[in-house]
């Protein structure tokens, strides 16, 4: 009878059972309560990987759409014409930062990727590969357009020097054009002074240093032309063919100068065969000089002969005669002699030119 005292009455164990049946559903409601959060945290997370696995793979698409842009660009035009070279060069950098700037979006969305798989995964393994390759292939973009700028620059510097060379060459041409006009209007001075022939020799000389700078400056043109088209290649042309113009312009006024030149010419006598003390045999030529624009004065004569063998045209001998002038009158003043040996017997021509100052 003792021990059925601790036996709680009816009352209290109904309570007990209804609290230990209570803390059982607290417990599981609390566990199914985890196992739901637990499930949930993971559906997010996948849902999250998946989302963002499909973020890179969608840029990764649009990256390489950019970089089908630039491998599309068209090739360089002629890089001598620098401004065009300029234009495609800009070009070519606006389609290299594009792609540039979807590279660092795709690096972007492949670090918030890699943090959510793991490290040794084929996933991982592929984002970091991709990454890696699009980050070499926008530092072989960046070296081509260094390359191209440098290019541009040395281009660039050849049409400036060309051009340098070109104009310069001009100015040379353009002083001695006026050098040798200026001259051929000055002859006023030198008209029956003794010196026209050293005048007109100066404007002859003047004449050739212009013609031989246009030759100059027509390589240089051509030169600079390499970098020049249309209407401004055509124009060194043009400007040429004007240089070459101003020749004739500058021989025309030359040959007008002819007319004060006194004409001076040989008048042959007789040719005598004769033996020298030496016994050598010899033609003896006399003639006379006459200048036949008196009384412009003419000096320093010389009549420059040659006797020419008929039989092969060979020189025999030669004789530079001085003439004096006669003053007052226009032939020189005494009848003058060339000596010229020879062999006996044979047939022989008598050639001469006159050389004299005026």
């Known amino acids: 009878m003792a021990a059925l005292s601790n036996i709680p009455p009816k009352k209290d164990r109904t309570m007990l059972y209804i609290g230990i049946i209570a803390v059982i559903a ?11 959060f637990y499930f949930d945290d993971q559906d997010r ?20 759409e950019v970089y089908a842009t630039v491998t599309a660009y068209p090739a360089a035009p002629n890089k001598n014409y620098v401004d ?3 234009g495609w ?10 792609y540039s700037e979807a590279v660092d979006t795709l690096v972007s969305n492949g670090t918030d990727l890699k943090m959510v798989i793991a490290s040794d995964s084929s996933d991982y393994a592929n984002v970091t590969q991709a990454c890696n390759q699009a980050n070499d292939t926008v530092r072989s973009l960046n070296d081509s357009v260094k390359r191209y700028e440098t290019e541009y620059q040395g281009r660039l510097a050849l049409k400036n020097n060309a051009s340098n060379d ?9 002083g001695f054009y006026k050098t040798a006009w200026d001259q051929l209007h000055n002859e006023t001075t030198f008209i029956g002074s003794g010196f026209y022939h050293n005048f007109l020799k100066a404007c002859e000389q003047n004449i050739s240093y212009y013609n031989q700078s246009i030759a100059q400056a027509q390589s240089f043109g051509t030169v600079y032309q390499n970098y020049l088209k249309g209407a401004d290649y055509y124009a060194i042309n043009a400007t040429i063919d004007g240089m070459y113009g101003n020749v004739t312009k500058l021989q025309t006024r030359y040959n007008e100068l002819l007319v004060h030149k006194p004409n001076a010419t040989v008048t042959l006598m007789d040719l005598n065969t004769a033996i020298s003390g030496t016994g050598q045999w010899q033609k003896v030529q006399n003639f006379q000089v006459i200048n036949n624009d008196y009384p412009m004065i003419i ?21 530079d005669v001085n003439v004096e002038m006669a003053t007052g009158i226009g032939y020189s003043r005494y ?6 040996p020879c062999d006996e017997g044979g047939n022989y021509d008598i050639k001469y030119t006159i050389t004299y100052e005026y």
């Open 26 to 36: 607290i417990v599981v409601i609390v566990a199914a309560a985890l196992t739901y």
């Open 45 to 64: 997370q996948n849902k999250n990987r998946e989302r963002l696995k499909q973020v890179f793979s969608d840029q990764l698409n649009a990256t390489n």
């Open 84 to 86: 065009e070279y300029r």
């Open 89 to 98: 060069i800009d070009g070519y950098i606006q389609r290299v930062s594009s």
């Open 166 to 174: 070109y104009g310069m060459a001009l100015e040379r041409s353009a």
């Open 299 to 319: 000096s320093d004569v010389v009549v420059h002969f040659q006797l020419v063998d008929k039989a092969n045209g060979n020189v025999r001998s030669t004789a």
């Open 335 to 340: 009848i003058c002699q060339a000596i010229l």
